[in-house]
């Protein structure tokens, strides 16, 4: 089993900035990635930005260039840099990790952490 506790959200005005948090524990796999999603009400959950335990980086077109995710390995951590903040941000972010434990693949959630941004 594997526990995602995120951290770091709150009120903004637009074109502000936050820096989301989570930390990993349990039975982590060396190989794995780890991400941020987003659902506002009525809407689907949605991908924000994933990054590999390799290294490599990926974002949802609505925020590239405006957040950056990393990952600190040793200390199963991943961040999420949010800067230039617009009212359509406004959601619920999640922490995600996805690994395979040979045959199976597993996600796992945070709880979430809010994050609104005022006009």
């Known amino acids: 089993q594997v526990q995602l506790v995120e951290s770091g959200g709150g009120l903004v005005q637009a074109g502000g900035s936050l820096r989301l948090s989570c930390a990993a524990s349990?039975?982590?796999?060396?190989?794995?990635?780890m991400g941020w999603y987003r659902q506002s009400p009525g809407k689907q959950r949605e991908l924000v930005a994933l990054t590999t335990s390799g290294g490599s980086a990926n974002y949802a077109d609505s925020v590239e260039g405006r957040f950056t995710i990393s990952r600190d390995n040793a200390k199963n951590m991943v961040y999420l840099q949010m800067s230039s903040l617009k009212p359509e941000d406004t959601a619920v972010y999640y922490c995600?990790?996805?690994?395979?434990?040979?045959?199976?693949?597993?996600?796992?959630w945070g709880q979430g952490t809010q994050v609104t941004v005022s006009s």
């Open positions: 995600n990790l996805r690994q395979t434990v040979w045959p199976r693949g597993y996600d796992y």
């Open positions: 349990g039975s982590i796999a060396r190989v794995n990635t």
